[in-house]
């Protein structure tokens, strides 16, 4: 199984500062790599798949970056809707055998 | 728009089996993949498995392996996900989710259901 390890488990930033969060895999996934965002009693939400494509409607200010074993999610100026918890998530597997990151939760400053 | 509804808050006896439906409206076919993806009280997401529902072909987590089953029915646009010999630690919500893919499985999903909380409790 590869697991997927995020850093930092908690990241306090002030509005309009930019966040960075990281994802690493146990082996090398490639490009296969999404990230999610969930906000406290919701369904997770698509921001960002083969590791730096945008979901449909997600604004320019999330980008990913990376590839192999190191990913990069990147918010250029933090929004108040944007405090939530990020998960990354790989599906380099055939069959498919996709596991989760334990999530970063990002906090007001 | 594309919908994934889920039914009610279910609560189960330790050692018996749940089976959670999933079902389709809007602009979604048959040929895209539900996937079934829970999450315990305070924890992060797991995926537990998938189903294209045209072709009927499931892939499963390990974890799972011996104690799931996803099916489908078309007629209804319904997925349905069960689970058995449940544990205490099977408590969670459990969310149904459409892959991107067309026909197969690409791994990232764009719509989710609402989730339905499942409590294993004697």
């Known amino acids: 199984e590869i697991v997927m390890t995020q850093s930092p488990a908690t990241l306090s930033v002030s509005p309009g500062e930019r966040a960075t969060l990281a994802c690493r895999a146990s082996?090398?996934?490639?490009?296969?790599l999404a990230w999610y965002q969930q906000k406290s009693g919701q369904a997770p939400r698509l921001l960002i798949y083969?590791?730096?494509t945008r979901a449909t409607g997600i604004p320019a200010r999330f980008s990913g970056s990376g590839s192999g074993t190191e990913f990069t999610l990147t918010i250029s100026s933090l929004q108040s809707e944007d405090f939530a918890v990020y998960y990354c998530?790989?599906?380099?597997?055939?069959?498919?055998?996709?596991?989760f990151g334990q999530g970063t939760k990002l906090e007001i400053k | 728009q594309v919908h994934l509804v889920q039914s009610g808050a279910d609560v189960k006896k330790p050692g018996s089996s749940v089976k959670v439906p999933c079902k389709a409206s809007g602009g979604t076919t048959n040929k895209y993949a539900i996937n079934w993806v829970r999450q315990a009280p305070g924890q992060g997401l797991e995926w537990m498995g998938g189903i294209i529902p045209f072709f009927g072909v499931a892939h499963y987590a390990h974890k799972f392996q011996d104690r799931i089953t996803i099916t489908a029915d078309e007629s209804t646009r319904t997925t349905f996900m069960e689970l058995s010999s449940l544990r205490s630690d099977d408590t969670a919500v459990y969310y149904c989710?459409?892959?991107?893919?067309?026909?197969?499985?690409?791994?990232?999903?764009?719509?989710w259901g609402q989730g339905v909380l499942v409590t294993v409790s004697s």
């Open positions: 998530q790989q599906y380099s597997d055939w069959p498919p055998a996709y596991t």
């Open positions: 989710a459409r892959d991107l893919g067309f026909e197969e499985f690409l791994g990232y999903f764009d719509y």
């Open positions: 083969g590791a730096s």
């Open positions: 082996q090398g996934i490639s490009s296969n």
